[in-house]
């Protein structure tokens, strides 16, 4: 055990812009996203993106404005809105959530990719944008990841993302008329120097062939490090 007598709350994460190279995160205005988040994440064509979320699917814009304005006033979440750099469409989005500023803690959670995000450099990119936000801006000391522990493709994501597997709470919630067994990773500010490194190696544009292909995988400059 360590003391942390000197610790101070710090400030809510998911209020500022954030830049990459891919990609760039804005927080949710419904005003100015609205139309182009549901046509990245909405609709029957995407109803399947919603399977393991908390909410949704959203047939129609409306309800979908609904419910994100309903998660951030009644949930705390600070829901970031993905944007392509070239050409700034909506691709998806991702949602600050468990803030707990006077711990140093949150969790990245709603995480939404457009099929045109999923499997791409700016998906990754994404969740290197906020979990430098939390660790670098702003002095956190621990970043979540939870995800519903059938969800095979978000707990492979979790560990390709650097965040490491704590346990999994059963029957934590009752989801969508199913019961939910919670899986919970997380990634402590110690260890983030390292795992940063591993995004800047792996979003380097030379790790990738003129078809946009990777050349080394991301987990490799996890296990080099």
């Not at 100015?32 to 994440?41: D, F, T």
């Not at 707990?100 to 499997?119: D, I, M, P």
């Not at 490491?164 to 990773?185: C, H, L, P, S």
Request: net charge neutral; glycine share 10%.
């Amino acid at each position: 055990m360590f003391d942390v007598i000197d610790w101070q709350p710090k400030a809510r994460p998911g209020l500022v812009i954030l830049e990459g190279r891919y990609v760039t995160l804005e927080p949710l205005d419904l005003a100015a996203h609205g139309a182009g988040l549901y046509a990245a994440v909405g609709g029957d064509v995407n109803a399947g993106l919603w399977q393991y979320i908390p909410l949704g699917p959203f047939p129609d814009k409306a309800t979908l404005c609904h419910a994100m304005k309903e998660a951030g006033r009644h949930r705390g979440w600070q829901t970031m809105v993905i944007r392509a750099r070239e050409g700034g469409e909506a691709l998806g989005m991702a949602s600050y959530m468990r803030i707990r500023e006077e711990h140093g803690s949150a969790e990245v959670g709603c995480v939404v990719f457009g099929h045109a995000l999923q499997r791409t450099r700016g998906a990754t990119e994404a969740i290197a944008l906020m979990a430098r936000h939390v660790f670098d801006d702003l002095g956190y000391r621990r970043f979540e990841w939870k995800c519903n522990a059938a969800n095979d493709a978000s707990k492979r994501a979790a560990i390709r993302f650097g965040f490491a597997y704590e346990g999994t709470f059963r029957n934590d919630m009752v989801m969508k008329g199913k019961n939910r067994d919670t899986a919970w990773y997380s990634m402590i500010d110690s260890e983030w120097p390292d795992v940063c490194a591993a995004f800047q190696l792996w979003l380097r544009p030379e790790n990738f062939d003129e078809q946009g292909k990777q050349k080394a995988k991301l987990q490799s400059y996890l296990n080099a490090l």
